[in-house]
């Protein structure tokens, strides 16, 4: 997504990235398999599961074993998928020029800000994914923090640097709102709005629902907006800006249930915020483009439930979504699965158009 506006915020933390005078990398190419699955194998031609409407479905595979674990999603403006992998690495996926059906694929493993691998579960468990101007947003579990990567400007070269959010960083902020993510629920889904507001979602739920924050990228998060009540927890976002309401935007959330047979394993939703001021935290002087940004809230205004699927049609562990809205006006919905690199499950790729969006 392009976003225009860049704060100052960022500029020390693309530098470290991507330093001065650094020439991209291309990620290594790897071979990719793709064969098309159905919306439901008992009855090859429905196209419809509740206000979705379905393009296409792909099963991914490919011989390089490091291939899988895909969690993040995002579109780049190139046309090409990016994905955060479970395992620590970025993955390229190129669609076909009906921007539906892969077509190839590269790979490159992810490193800290002092070149260290970010390899396997301890250090490399990639989990949300926003992308904005070449830069990639990218949230972490067991050791829960968020890394910024240049990976416009050094691709797979670039490296990994801290989002500070705050002295207690992500585990803090979730505390404020008693939230226990333990090592494995924390968060799970990304997404970043016009002006650099970044939109993060707790897969550990919050009573009945999902504890999200929306604040400027600088700011501490907050984790006091609930979306998705009676749904799952959630573990994908990404949104879309509205076309109507100044500074607003339609967020897309991907729910995931841990019980394999219930009525609702997954749940896709719709929720549109509007943006606004918070006058009780207006400073007495405002000295930095950070202390106006960090009034900046945003609300959910209205929501619903897109589809919930269930094994009766073509699913596998979808924990990714991405969002495009198209030159038509249709909004599409490319959603991925993480096979957790084991025989019993699958990556799959599957896509929607959103009848009637907001």
């Not at 990016?82 to 020029?97: K, M």
């Not at 896709?268 to 930095?288: H, V, W």
């Not at 699927?309 to 924990?319: H, W």
């Amino acid at each position: 997504m392009e976003g225009g506006f860049k704060p100052d915020y960022l500029d020390p933390l693309l530098s470290g990235s991507c330093p001065q005078g650094a020439r991209p990398r291309e990620p290594d190419a790897i071979d990719i398999r793709v064969a098309q699955v159905p919306l439901q194998m008992l009855n090859p031609m429905r196209k419809t599961i509740g206000q979705l409407s379905f393009v296409g479905g792909f099963h991914l595979t490919s011989k390089d074993k490091r291939f899988g674990g895909l969690s993040g999603l995002d579109l780049l403006d190139d046309g090409r998928l990016l994905a955060v992998s479970d395992a620590g690495d970025f993955v390229w996926i190129a669609l076909d020029d009906d921007g539906t059906s892969p077509v190839s694929a590269s790979i490159a493993g992810m490193s800290d800000r002092d070149g260290q691998s970010l390899r396997g579960k301890a250090r490399g468990d990639a989990e949300g994914l926003a992308v904005m101007d070449g830069v990639a947003l990218v949230s972490f579990e067991g050791d829960h923090r968020v890394l910024a990567f240049e990976v416009g400007q050094c691709g797979a070269d670039a490296r990994g640097v801290p989002v500070a959010l705050d002295a207690g960083g992500l585990p803090a902020a979730m505390a404020r709102q008693s939230i226990n993510a333990g090592g494995n629920g924390g968060v799970e889904a990304l997404a970043v709005a016009p002006g650099w507001f970044m939109m993060a979602g707790v897969e550990s739920k919050a009573g009945d629902a999902s504890a999200v924050s929306v604040r400027a990228v600088e700011a501490a998060p907050e984790f006091d907006i609930r979306i998705g009540e009676g749904a799952p927890g959630v573990v994908g976002l990404d949104l879309i800006p509205n076309v109507v309401s100044e500074g607003g935007f339609t967020a897309y959330s991907l729910h995931r249930s841990t019980r394999a047979l219930a009525s609702e394993v997954i749940v896709l939703a719709e929720t549109e915020f509007e943006r606004g001021l918070d006058p009780s935290d207006r400073p007495a002087r405002i000295t930095r483009e950070m202390d106006e940004r960090s009034r900046v809230r945003f609300r959910p205004v209205a929501s619903r439930k897109l589809a919930a699927m269930n094994p009766l049609v073509t699913m596998d562990n979808f924990e990714g979504v991405a969002a495009r809205r198209m030159p038509d006006g249709r909004v599409r919905l490319y959603i991925v699965s993480d096979d957790n690199f084991s025989a019993s499950q699958r990556t799959l790729l599957m896509i929607f158009d959103v009848v009637n969006p907001g």
